[in-house]
């Protein structure tokens, strides 16, 4: 659906994004996670034509972007970080002006701003003023605006910014149920959002991608070189010399328990270590509860993708100043 090859975007000086690709699934509900100024805004205005890149090309549904671009735009609905609405308009008033300058007309204009106001669950409060809505009502109003047309894609900046817990739900929810049929975009600095929303997860750093897949294989790949958690009846002292007698273990940390001992065990090989440190504690007589390599959360994969990235950088960098 989408594809994106060698992106990158500059302002002056300033690399906003640097050799980009990746490519979106039709249906797919796609993460882009980063601290703010990693270079998501600016990807999302690139792929809705906004912004041109500096470098790289960009197909969607088959076309290229930079010689189809009314083509393109017509199959995207884009919801901005700040969403512009007329506050002396009604939600039903504003959607409809959207649709207008999609280019819908007479009777089409009615059913869609119909259907984008339901599916979106503001056709309760469609005559009163956005002014009177709730930061919820408003935000839902909004991705009305980028729904209406019926687009293939969505491309949604920050939709859950500024709004309480509950309105995160029901925003979240409400995606949710707007994905499928469409192909889904979204952006955001928050990592659990990611994680409860999407299928697959972009991460930029300092205007790099620095990971890209579904969740679950970014936790097999980031999965080395983390940690063992054991609990280890016995006394501690002789099990944490035992243990960092283990070719690969690095570093040993323990919390004591009732009737057992905590230890995680910090390695660079936790499959081939758990063997060994499972025969070695039976063999020296101590009693093993439980050994697990505990699953990351996306907030451990995102520092690790983060570090990882930093320390090529300055691995290049110094590089360059030695020669």
Same mark, same amino acid.
């Given at each position: 659906?989408?594809?994106?090859?060698?992106?990158?975007? !500059? *302002?002056? =000086?300033?690399?906003?994004?640097?050799?980009?690709? *990746?490519?979106?699934?039709?249906?797919?509900?796609?993460?882009?996670?980063?601290?703010?100024?990693? %270079?998501?805004?600016?990807?999302?205005?690139?792929?809705?034509?906004?912004?041109?890149?500096?470098?790289?090309?960009?197909?969607? $549904?088959?076309? $290229?972007?930079?010689?189809?671009?009314?083509?393109?735009?017509?199959?995207?609905?884009?919801? =901005?970080?700040?969403?512009?609405?007329?506050?002396?308009?009604? =939600?039903?008033?504003? +959607?409809?002006?959207?649709?207008?300058?999609?280019?819908?007309?007479?009777?089409?204009?009615?059913?869609?701003?119909?259907?984008?106001?339901?599916?979106?669950?503001?056709?309760?409060?469609?005559?009163?003023?956005?002014?009177?809505?709730?930061? %919820?009502?408003?935000?839902?109003?909004?991705?009305?605006?980028?729904?209406? %047309?019926? #687009?293939?894609?969505?491309?949604? $900046?920050? #939709?859950?910014?500024?709004?309480? #817990?509950?309105?995160?739900?029901?925003?979240?929810?409400?995606?949710?149920?707007?994905?499928?049929?469409? &192909? +889904?975009?979204?952006?955001?600095?928050?990592?659990?959002? +990611?994680?409860?929303?999407?299928?697959?997860?972009?991460?930029?750093?300092?205007? /790099?991608?620095? !990971?890209? $897949?579904?969740?679950?294989?970014?936790?097999?790949?980031? %999965?080395?070189? *983390? @940690?063992?958690? !054991?609990?280890?009846?016995?006394? &501690?002292?002789?099990?944490?010399?035992?243990?960092?007698?283990? =070719?690969?273990?690095?570093?040993?940390?323990?919390?004591? /328990?009732?009737?057992?001992? @905590?230890?995680?065990?910090?390695?660079?090989?936790?499959?081939?270590?758990?063997?060994?440190?499972?025969?070695?504690?039976?063999?020296?007589?101590? @009693?093993?509860?439980?050994?697990?390599?505990?699953?990351?959360?996306?907030?451990?994969?995102?520092?690790?993708?983060? /570090?990882?990235? !930093?320390?090529?950088?300055?691995?290049?960098?110094?590089?360059?100043?030695?020669?």
């Amino acid at each position: 659906m989408i594809k994106v090859e060698n992106l990158s975007k !500059a *302002f002056g =000086p300033v690399k906003a994004l640097d050799s980009i690709s *990746f490519q979106v699934e039709r249906g797919e509900i796609v993460g882009i996670l980063g601290p703010n100024g990693a %270079g998501k805004t600016t990807l999302m205005r690139i792929l809705t034509g906004f912004f041109p890149p500096t470098t790289g090309s960009i197909l969607i $549904d088959g076309l $290229d972007l930079s010689k189809n671009l009314r083509k393109i735009q017509a199959m995207i609905g884009y919801l =901005p970080e700040s969403a512009p609405l007329y506050k002396e308009m009604t =939600p039903e008033e504003i +959607v409809a002006f959207s649709a207008r300058m999609k280019g819908s007309a007479g009777r089409n204009v009615k059913k869609d701003v119909e259907r984008a106001l339901e599916a979106c669950g503001v056709g309760s409060v469609k005559n009163r003023l956005i002014s009177t809505l709730s930061k %919820g009502f408003r935000q839902r109003t909004a991705i009305a605006t980028a729904l209406v %047309g019926s #687009p293939k894609i969505l491309i949604l $900046d920050e #939709p859950t910014s500024g709004l309480d #817990p509950e309105q995160i739900v029901e925003i979240r929810d409400l995606i949710r149920n707007l994905s499928g049929e469409r &192909t +889904v975009i979204l952006s955001t600095h928050i990592l659990h959002e +990611v994680a409860h929303l999407t299928e697959r997860i972009l991460i930029l750093q300092n205007g /790099r991608l620095v !990971a890209s $897949d579904r969740l679950e294989n970014l936790q097999e790949a980031f %999965g080395s070189g *983390f @940690e063992i958690s !054991a609990s280890i009846i016995g006394p &501690t002292e002789k099990i944490v010399e035992l243990l960092l007698q283990i =070719p690969g273990v690095l570093e040993v940390e323990f919390t004591e /328990r009732e009737n057992s001992s @905590e230890y995680l065990i910090k390695t660079e090989e936790p499959d081939s270590v758990r063997a060994e440190i499972s025969r070695r504690l039976v063999e020296a007589g101590f @009693e093993l509860v439980e050994l697990k390599k505990p699953e990351l959360t996306l907030e451990d994969i995102y520092l690790k993708s983060v /570090r990882k990235n !930093a320390a090529h950088r300055s691995a290049r960098a110094q590089k360059f100043a030695s020669v």
